[in-house]
């Protein structure tokens, strides 16, 4: 079954405590992104990538890094969480950089207490 | 900057009613459009897309929405809803020429809750 499987779908941290949030899709999706989604404000961009060892910033990359060694993993880390980081966030990818839509995973939701 | 404007944050409906969620966007120039569904506890499914064309969409579990250029809208419609259609409603654009990503600009939700 094609899909973006991201993990783990639950966690809650403390304040300064480095996390790795990981993304894998078995579609070999060039393109990956990531997304945070906070009441009334939607879905915002993070950070994005092209394909292997070529990522972007997104429109709220603060405290937040990425990696893009492998085609099918889009590794999330947060080097030192910090409350306003408290989020769900949806790892995606798509085959032609969005044009057809695309594929999200189910969720992390997390938690920086 | 681009920007989409879902301006009802809630829409109850009544089951076997329609239903018109509504999206404008700011962008003059040409653009993709999106809605994506969002299922308690799930990720965001894609619903229907708009790159050119037909302005009427046709997308899954029967809804279509149109894209009207001069009021720079794209309604979504169902002529009549079904309980498990209960969800969030995300309107999502694209510039045609949006660079290396065409990155994706999302409304602010609207959550279809449908009553029986």
Redesign the interface.
């Known amino acids: 079954e094609a899909q ?1 499987t991201q993990n783990p779908r639950y966690l809650i941290t403390v304040t300064g405590k480095k996390l790795t949030v990981t993304c894998s899709q078995n579609m070999n999706h060039e ?1 990956m ?1 990531w ?1 945070r989604q906070d009441p ?6 993070i950070y ?1 990538s ?1 394909n292997v060892e070529v990522t ?1 910033k ?1 429109d709220v990359p603060e405290g937040y890094k990425v990696s893009r060694k492998e085609k099918r993993n889009f590794p999330l880390i947060l080097e030192s969480p910090s409350p306003n980081q408290t989020s769900l966030y ?1 790892c ?1 990818s798509s085959r032609d ?11 992390t939701r997390l938690t920086v207490v | 900057a681009q920007s989409v404007t879902q301006l009802d944050s809630q829409v109850p409906v009544f089951e076997e009613a329609p239903v018109e969620l509504r999206c404008n966007y700011s962008s003059s120039v040409s653009v993709y459009l999106f809605w994506y569904v969002q299922y308690p506890n799930q990720g965001l499914q894609l619903l229907l897309k708009y790159l050119s064309g037909s302005t009427l969409v046709k997308g899954i579990n029967g809804f279509e929405a149109e894209f009207n250029k001069s009021q720079t809208s794209f309604h979504l419609r169902k002529p009549s809803v079904h309980i498990s259609d209960t969800a969030e409603y995300f309107c999502a654009v694209s510039d045609l020429y949006g660079g290396a990503t065409n990155k994706l600009i999302f409304g602010t939700g609207t959550l279809l809750a449908v009553q029986p």
């Open positions: 973006v393109y992104s997304y009334g404000l939607g879905l915002r961009q994005y092209m972007d997104g949806f995606a950089r969005g044009v057809n839509g695309y594929t999200f995973g189910s969720g």
